[in-house]
């Protein structure tokens, strides 16, 4: 979920020191190549209603239905340490249905899914450069619910990079690897972002997972994409809206969320 209108949104003088404009791993799945500032944070948080398609049996007669998941909210928490180095939390309420045309109600169960914590720490950004680099990772806590926490640690990490190609385009890339529940994932997203205005930008992405379990896989590969927008009310405050599909899967999502820079 990522801004990478880098280009764009820069830096400017404020006062006799330098304030940075608010970027954000928000809306797409591409994380942002730079880490938030020094003793601020930044707090990153939305919803999402997400559909996915079953394919199941009620009576012995099969029937094509609905898993539904609402994220209500999903809250990513950043704290900056150093100039290269920020601490992040991630949690969020999970609000899960399964629709059965067969069945009149399909009441939505409410979980709390497990706490990630983790680091992002830049690996490269100079001032007049159009390319940045930064790494990720984040280990999953078996603290959430039980119908929907994991049950063990896992991890995810990425390599997040942004190039500036021009004024008003960016292209972002995340390039990671996922092991969850015994099933390891090369995951992949490519952004491309497009500044319409100084406020309002846009941006498109192709992104998945690429299984690497050498036994047979407990899933397949994931091919899907989205596109949404960013509104920068202030320096300080982003909001956007995305959607989201499934190329090769029948998969569907819409989100909106709010970012909050804090400066210290």
Known sequence: MKKILTSVFTLFLCGQGL?????TDRPDQTEASSTVPAKSLQIET???LTSNGTSSAYRGISYNGLDRQLLAPTNLFRLGITKQ????????IELNSTFNPRVAKSPYKSAVSDLEVGTKVQLYRK???????????????????????VGELYSISKLCVSHSITEDFSIGY??????????DDLSYSLAF???????????????????????TPVRGNEYNFDAGFTYLVNDKVQL?????????????????????????
């Open 19 to 23: 304030a940075q404009t608010i970027q």
């Open 46 to 48: 939305g919803f999402q």
């Open 85 to 92: 180095i920020e601490l992040r939390v991630l949690n969020q």
């Open 127 to 149: 001032e007049g450069a159009k390319t940045e680099a930064a790494f990720m990772t984040h280990v999953g806590l078996p603290t959430g619910s039980e119908s929907v926490s």
């Open 174 to 183: 995340n390039i990671g690897f996922n092991s969850i529940d015994g099933i």
């Open 193 to 215: 972002g497009f500044a319409i205005t100084e406020k309002l930008g846009v941006y498109c992405e192709p992104y998945g997972l690429i299984n690497v379990n050498e036994i």
């Open 240 to 264: 956007d809206w995305s959607f989201g599909t499934g190329m090769n899967n029948d998969m569907n999502y819409v989100a909106a969320g709010c970012s909050w820079l804090i400066m210290n």
